[in-house]
């Protein structure tokens, strides 16, 4: 299956990174390269560096970019993006966009176990390497099970649907994305079920656990921001409230100046800011892209400019 992803908020992204012909950019979460292809739409002498982890968009994005002298591919998790660039003498660049969460192409394709909507291996791993989502179904205890599905998931009937699982599994392993999504049906009252596909929440929960999603956010976050030069942009694209919270407020601290009490009469601290932002609020699909891209609903867009350290 050819690897297809919509990019989401394109327009915005491309315009809010104010790309420099001559600049050196990085797109962290390539994809099938559809913010990258436009990226490099802008570049005459500069450079784009297109990372992912999984295979599959590596392929895709050395096939479509291969003619192009302005493109660079790394195969590797944005998370180390600033080690990954450090070994090829890369030490400062003029933008990054980050679009986080899972891709058109792992959802729609089956076998890749990330949708509930497909009968298929219960897998969910974007690298296609480690520890898997059966994996932590079939060995994590009830306990350990609920507080991924509560906290990653934030769902409510997370202790009913941990020991589902688990008196489910004491007869055979679950082994498919229909076993689970059954199991998780059968778990919630019948009002849940009316309200939407009740597996959706344990699903994102269980994606977000086998590939780190969180973690790596945080890092990426703060790889990215130390890489931008004085005037670099970080625009990153987030599509569930755990996700959008730790960049509002990893933002947030980079916007923060003086930290000393209201009443002390001169700064002692000597913290300055060291980003503004260039969206107040986040950027969300309108009206056209919502019709087109219905994946683009919860889409949101946050990007800040890195201030020069003496300013």
Not at 71 to 83: A, D, H, R, T
Not at 201 to 225: C, M, P, S, W, Y
């Amino acid at each position: 299956m050819e690897f297809s992803h919509i990019p989401v908020l394109l327009n915005e992204t491309i315009d809010g990174l104010n790309i420099k012909p001559n600049g050196i950019y990085v797109d962290g979460t390539a994809g099938g390269g559809g913010h990258s292809s436009e990226i490099l739409k802008k570049l005459k002498t500069g450079k784009l560096i297109s990372i992912d982890q999984d295979p599959d968009a590596i392929a895709a994005v050395t096939s479509r970019f291969k003619d192009n002298e302005n493109s660079i591919i790394i195969k590797g998790n944005f998370s180390e993006m600033k080690s990954l660039l450090n070994q090829r003498g890369i030490c400062q660049v003029d933008g990054v966009l980050l679009d986080i969460g899972v891709s058109s192409h792992q959802l729609d394709t089956a076998e890749r176990g990330f949708s509930f909507h497909e009968d298929a291996p219960l897998d969910m791993r974007m690298s296609q390497s480690g520890t898997s989502a059966a994996d932590l179904v079939n060995n994590l205890s009830a306990k350990e099970l609920s507080k991924i599905i509560y906290t990653y998931g934030e769902e409510k009937f997370a202790d009913s649907i941990a020991r589902s699982i688990v008196k489910y599994r004491e007869d055979k392993p679950i082994e498919t994305t229909f076993e689970l999504a059954d199991i998780i049906r059968n778990s919630v009252p019948e009002r849940v079920r009316r309200a939407g596909h009740p597996a959706r929440k344990t699903f994102q929960a269980l994606r977000i656990e086998v590939n780190h999603e969180l973690d790596a956010l945080e890092n990426g976050l703060n790889d990215a921001f130390e890489l931008l030069g004085e005037g670099g942009r970080l625009a990153v694209i987030t599509f569930h409230s755990l996700e959008d919270r730790i960049v509002k407020q990893t933002m947030a601290s980079w916007y923060q100046g003086c930290t000393c009490p209201k009443d002390f009469p001169v700064c002692v601290c000597g913290n300055k800011p060291k980003a503004k932002p260039v969206t107040r609020k986040p950027i969300v699909a309108n009206e056209q892209e919502l019709s087109t891209n219905p994946r683009s609903r919860s889409a949101k867009l946050r990007i800040c400019e890195k201030l020069s350290e003496k300013s």
